[in-house]
C-alpha cells in the first residue's frame, strides 16, 4: 500500500510540474492537506512526512484532531460552511478561515478573535458557478463585502475561495478558475492588498495553478477514499490529479 510520506510526495510533485507548465515559480503554490473525516494517526504520519497545513471542514471533529495533536506546530485551517453559533470556535482554534460569505459572519469572527493571537487570515467565498446549494458571495455583490471585511482590524483579508462546479473537461476547467482571478485583480485595483487565491482540488488543481491558485485544497490523493466497511485507504487514481 502506498504511504502517506509517497502520496504527498506525488502530489508536491503534481503541483511543481503544473507550476512550471504554468509559467509560475517554483514554489509559488501552498499544498493544504484537506483532513476531513481522516483520523488523527493519518495527519501525524502527514506532518512526519513534512505537511504543516491542513484543512478542516467540521468543527468539532477538528477540535477533537487538535487536542490530540497538541505536540504539532500544525497550522489549522477551517474550510467548511460557517454557522452564526460556530464562529466564536472558529476564530480562538484557527489560523486561517476559507469560505467567508457575508458580513454577518465576518463581525462575529471579528469580535470573537482573541487579542493575544495575530489577526485571522481570512478568503471570501465565491459562487462563481452560481449554483443555489453552494455557499459563497455572488460576483456582483463582492466588491463591497471585500471593502467591508478589510476594515475589521482582527481579521486580514488575503484573497478569495472558490469551488467550481465540476467540468467535463480541462479546458473547460479554467474558465471559472480565471474568473476568478479576474475578481481579485479588481479589488486589488480597488486598493485592496491580496495574496491568495484559494481554489483547486484533487481532480482540476492543474486547471486552478494555471489560472493563478496560490492555495490548492487536496485531501483524497493524499489520504486516500475510505472504503465502506474498514478504515483502510485506496490507491489514488493518480490520473484524474
Same mark, same amino acid.
Given at each position: 500500500m502506498t504511504t502517506i510520506a509517497e502520496r504527498l510526495q506525488a502530489v508536491q510533485a503534481y503541483i511543481r510540474a503544473a507550476e512550471h507548465k504554468a509559467g509560475r515559480q517554483t514554489n509559488a503554490v501552498t499544498l493544504l492537506a484537506v483532513s476531513k473525516a481522516q483520523p488523527a494517526a493519518l495527519l501525524r504520519e502527514a506532518y512526519a512526512a513534512g505537511q504543516r497545513l491542513f484543512g478542516e471542514n467540521y468543527l468539532q471533529e477538528a477540535l477533537n484532531k487538535q487536542a490530540t495533536l497538541t505536540d504539532l506546530a500544525i497550522e489549522w485551517h477551517f474550510i467548511g460552511p460557517i454557522q452564526s453559533n460556530k464562529t466564536q470556535l472558529i476564530a480562538q482554534n484557527f489560523a486561517w478561515v476559507h469560505g467567508v460569505d457575508r458580513l454577518k459572519i465576518a463581525e462575529r469572527l471579528n469580535t470573537a478573535r482573541p487579542e493575544h493571537l495575530p489577526p485571522l487570515q481570512v478568503c471570501i467565498q465565491v459562487n462563481v458557478s452560481q449554483e443555489a446549494s453552494k455557499s459563497g458571495v455572488l460576483a456582483e455583490g463582492l466588491g463591497l463585502l471585500a471593502s467591508q471585511i478589510a476594515l475589521l482590524p482582527r481579521l486580514k483579508l488575503r484573497g478569495l475561495m472558490a469551488i467550481p462546479a465540476p467540468r467535463s473537461n480541462n479546458i473547460q476547467q479554467h474558465e471559472p478558475f480565471k474568473l476568478v482571478h479576474e475578481l481579485q485583480l479588481k479589488l486589488i485595483q480597488q486598493g485592496l492588498a491580496l495574496d491568495t487565491l484559494s !481554489?483547486? !482540488?484533487?481532480?482540476?488543481?492543474?486547471?486552478?495553478?494555471?489560472?493563478?491558485?496560490?492555495?490548492?485544497?487536496?485531501?483524497?490523493?493524499?489520504?486516500?477514499?475510505?472504503?465502506?466497511?474498514?478504515?483502510?485507504?485506496?490507491?489514488?487514481?493518480?490520473?484524474?490529479?
Open positions: !481554489m483547486g !482540488m484533487s481532480g482540476d488543481f492543474s486547471a486552478a495553478i494555471a489560472e493563478g491558485a496560490t492555495i490548492v485544497r487536496i485531501g483524497t490523493a493524499i489520504f486516500g477514499a475510505r472504503t465502506s466497511n474498514t478504515s483502510e485507504l485506496t490507491q489514488p487514481n493518480w490520473t484524474e490529479i
